[in-house]
């Protein structure tokens, strides 16, 4: 007969979205039938609320029972120890609970994966022409001696597809047997594009993706590998950070300024970087963020720790970046080549060409289509027209659920946010005049031109956009066929503009970017000089680039202007080859030299923009952390008076609180870019921050209701 009259009780956290300023943990007591069994990380079925939920055990306690002053509910069931978490996950689940100020239990129930007995009936699809170029024992030593020697890395570079070759031999020489490594990519097609090349250099069975791509039989197979350790490598999305690592050792984040490495859609709103740093902080692993042109906070943080502040120019006021070997740049190149054209929309129109495409863009594709080759072309915008207006009053036809511009799309008028659809409009609703026109240029007006321009011809011609492909199947197979070469010209939006690797891919053709670089945010032109630079980096002998403008004088172009004379430029693979083995000549010397003021004067005048004007004003990132609040609500009266009442209560709140007023500063709230959404009005109020004490921060933000959306790091602030 037990005589002992302590009873072990289960601290559970559990899987469901609870108010952020409530209890996160619950008791429950253990039967005795589960106490020999029962351990912190376990997966386990208790009652909540009149339901039977998940739940995770985070940690055990013997209590005395007549200590108890009320009685508690049993655990009911413990779940196969599969879907147990580490104790170093749970550690990274109340991180991203407490920093993105997220309820504790949304955290566990993304982390932990549906169970599942039931085996994938098909395999993880990827390329299977997948060719990586090789690179030499040289610089591989190079970055392994950096890796000794630091424990995070910002890896510069020039490279292209044989960056892949880079980290699968820097992940052999870097681990032992027992060891694990993360390699992390900004979107699931690069996985697709690029995996297979790592599945070629180790065992099958050594690697897992983990994505949320995957179909649920999928994914809880490829966990599995990492759980038991058959896995050593992981490559995934941003998802795969939440993966149940044993041991831990390397990340490599790919192109770690990509902005798809944020989730800004729905809660927890992380960022993957930054997810990924805490992990390496967490397992004492080495991290290696890998770009050819690092986001500004990346630049500034490792410039910060470990360089010295440039140097100037004895002749020039110009800052030099020579010390960017500190912490390793390989050879970086910004490429002003003749396959690089410039071109001025305004010059074609005073020619007499009134053609979305330039002469030189026409002449260019139809030398491409005769040469077997394929090109793309980008816009930034949907639809047919982008704006369509009452010349007589000026009226711009918005949509009336979300007061977005509509586009003209097939025949009718369409909504983006909504994808509400009208007929057009052929009488104004305001002045009640005719005068209607559209104007503006989208993808599918792009789509017409050029397939004008080859008509009667065996062209295969493909749009790809959100209205094309409004699943993440239909995506795929659009670029399966752009890879397998059944499609001569793609045109598109955002989603054309991927890491295509293809020999056959002879032009891109990138039309009015002044739509992306007039974006009003604190990060547009940072995001303006990623774009540019990748899109040049690309520019090769058998590469094209064409980028048409109305707005040739921005300063962002100045990177791509032809202030040499033309030269032989290089393929990807010669690049890379020349980068890795080839001593540099004394010209090479000097343009590397140039090529490497341009990106350090860019930083250095973003960051020196970013600073805050004046000692009692608080700048943008990396000198300060960015809240976003967001409400919504049918009324937009009713969204308006909370989003001011809201301001007034955290502005008396800093005001009154010494500990607050020089850590905190607060905008005036303010309409929403996408002012309505699906019938809900939006307003926001952005919170800078320079606040280290998580603590202190979130009792500020406990002010807030839980009707409000709370996004830390915003990717826009709009």
């Not at 390329?127 to 610089?139: L, M, R, V």
């Not at 704006?387 to 509509?406: F, P, S, Y």
Request: with cysteine; hydrophobic share 35%.
């Amino acid at each position: 007969m037990k005589t002992d009259n302590k009873k072990l009780i289960a601290k559970v956290i559990p899987a469901v979205k609870m108010p952020r300023n409530t209890m996160q943990v619950f008791s429950y007591a253990v039967p005795d039938k589960f106490e020999k069994k029962i351990k912190i990380g376990m997966s386990v079925k208790v009652p909540f609320r009149n339901q039977k939920i998940t739940g995770l055990v985070c940690n055990l306690e013997k209590e005395v029972i007549k200590e108890m002053k009320y009685k508690l509910k049993d655990v009911e069931k413990l779940l196969d120890d599969s879907v147990s978490l580490s104790e170093e996950q749970i550690k990274l689940a109340k991180h991203i609970a407490d920093y993105y100020y997220v309820p504790l239990g949304l955290v566990i129930k993304i982390i932990i994966p549906l169970i599942t007995k039931n085996k994938p009936r098909k395999k993880i699809e990827l390329n299977p022409n997948c060719k990586i170029s090789e690179i030499k024992k040289t610089e591989i030593n190079k970055l392994l001696k950096e890796i000794k020697s630091k424990n995070k890395i910002l890896f510069i570079h020039n490279l292209q597809s044989s960056k892949h070759s880079l980290y699968c031999e820097t992940i052999k020489k870097r681990m032992k047997e027992k060891e694990q490594a993360l390699v992390l990519f900004p979107e699931y097609f690069d996985i697709y594009n690029f995996a297979k090349f790592y599945f070629d250099k180790f065992k099958d069975d050594k690697i897992a993706i983990l994505t949320s791509e995957l179909t649920k039989n999928q994914y809880f197979n490829e966990w599995g590998k990492i759980k038991n350790e058959s896995a050593k490598i992981t490559i995934g999305t941003r998802q795969a950070v939440f993966a149940p690592f044993k041991n831990l050792k390397l990340i490599i984040a790919d192109n770690e300024q990509s902005s798809n490495y944020k989730q800004w859609d729905m809660n927890p709103r992380y960022h993957g970087i930054k997810v990924a740093e805490k992990l390496a902080e967490i397992w004492k692993a080495k991290i290696i963020l890998s770009s050819q042109v690092p986001s500004v906070e990346s630049y500034y943080g490792i410039k910060n720790k470990y360089l010295n502040e440039p140097r100037q120019s004895k002749n020039k006021k110009v800052p030099q970046i020579s010390n960017f070997k500190r912490f390793y740049n390989l050879q970086f190149t910004i490429h002003n080549s003749s396959n690089i054209d410039l071109i001025d929309i305004n010059i074609e129109r005073q020619k007499g060409n009134y053609s979305v495409l330039s002469e030189e863009l026409q002449d260019s594709l139809l030398k491409n289509i005769y040469k077997k080759k394929q090109a793309i072309i980008f816009i930034p915008r949907l639809g047919n027209n982008t704006i369509t207006q009452c010349k007589d009053c000026k009226w711009i036809a918005q949509c009336e659920n979300c007061k977005t511009t509509l586009i003209s799309y097939a025949n009718y008028l369409y909504c983006q946010k909504c994808h509400k659809k009208i007929e057009l409009i052929k009488k104004c609703p305001k002045c009640a005049g005719q005068n209607i026109s559209s104007f503006g240029y989208g993808s599918e007006k792009i789509e017409a031109e050029i397939k004008k321009l080859f008509e009667n011809k065996n062209i295969k011609i493909n749009r790809l956009d959100s209205n094309v492909a409004s699943s993440k199947s239909k995506q795929l197979k659009i670029y399966k066929n752009f890879i397998d070469r059944k499609i001569d010209i793609l045109i598109g939006t955002q989603m054309v503009l991927k890491n295509w690797n293809l020999e056959n891919l002879a032009l891109t053709a990138i039309l009015f970017p002044e739509i992306i670089f007039n974006q009003p945010n604190f990060n547009s032109r940072e995001r303006s000089f990623q774009f540019l630079i990748s899109l040049c980096n690309k520019a090769s002998e058998n590469h094209r680039i064409i980028i048409q403008t109305y707005k040739t004088d921005n300063d962002i172009f100045k990177t791509v202007r032809k202030n040499n004379p033309p030269r032989r430029s290089l393929s990807a693979e010669e690049c890379d080859e020349k980068a890795c083995n080839s001593p540099e000549s004394s010209t090479e010397r000097l343009q590397r030299s140039k090529n490497e003021e341009v990106l350090g004067k860019f930083y250095l005048d973003e960051i020196k923009n970013r600073k805050a004007i004046s000692k009692n004003k608080i700048g943008y990132p990396p000198f300060a952390q960015l809240i976003k609040l967001i409400y919504k609500d049918f009324n937009p009266r009713n969204c308006q008076a909370e989003a001011e009442r809201v301001f007034r209560v955290l502005n008396r709140k800093i005001t009154n609180d010494k500990n607050l007023k020089n850590q905190f500063e607060i905008i005036k709230p303010f309409p929403a870019s996408n002012y309505k959404e699906f019938d809900k009005y939006r307003w926001h109020i952005i919170i800078k921050s320079v606040c280290k004490n998580i603590e202190l921060r979130n009792s500020l933000l406990n002010l807030v209701k839980k009707e409000w959306i709370i996004d830390v790091d915003p990717d826009s602030v709009l």
